[in-house]
């Protein structure tokens, strides 16, 4: 399921990447860049995790890779994923304990940008481990700053993923993108 799920991830990268056009005639202010994918290394908090006999709280390490359009400069809609690297135990809402493998949490976001470099991150999507799959909305706070002639740009992410029956989840991130 991960294999297809990254593969046809990659796939829709590609299409949009080749599907670009450049418009000569922008201004400088307005940068003609609207794509951008960016590769975050980050921490995942889960509260109540069963481990032996009672519940903790774990910091686990993950990765994350973004993808986002920008429709204007204050809106954008995004494909944001998060793959956590450890494997753990929760208890879901009706009592009975999850395995988690290295679940693949991805959501489809739309981004609002209220001032400059900082954007509100809102979507939805799923969280896809071997076990079971679960829903999820995540809300989150991303701030980013253009280097290098506006072609990367350095990001750091702060997000919460709500699992409908399960369990929540706030992860922090740091990062580099590129815009094309």
Request: proline fraction near 2%; aromatic fraction near 10%.
């Amino acid at each position: 399921m991960k294999k297809i799920l990254l593969s046809s991830l990659l796939l829709v990268f590609i299409t949009f990447a080749n599907a670009q056009e450049t418009e000569h005639e922008e201004t400088e202010e307005k940068s003609e860049k609207r794509h951008s994918i960016a590769v975050l290394i980050s921490h995942t908090q889960i509260g109540e995790t069963i481990e032996g006999e009672g519940k903790k709280n774990i910091s686990v390490p993950s990765w994350g890779i973004d993808y986002n359009f920008e429709i204007s400069e204050r809106w954008a809609i995004g494909l944001h994923n998060d793959l956590i690297l450890e494997t753990f135990i929760i208890e879901n809402s009706e009592g009975a304990e999850i395995e988690r493998v290295s679940p693949l949490a991805t959501a489809v976001v739309g981004m609002f940008k209220p001032i400059k470099n900082f954007s509100l991150v809102l979507g939805a999507g799923g969280e896809f481990s071997k076990k079971e799959n679960l829903f999820l909305i995540k809300a989150g706070v991303e701030y980013s700053h253009l280097i290098l002639h506006g072609n990367w740009e350095i990001i750091t992410s702060f997000s919460n993923d709500i699992k409908f029956n399960a369990y929540n989840s706030w992860n922090l991130g740091f990062g580099i993108g590129r815009r094309f």
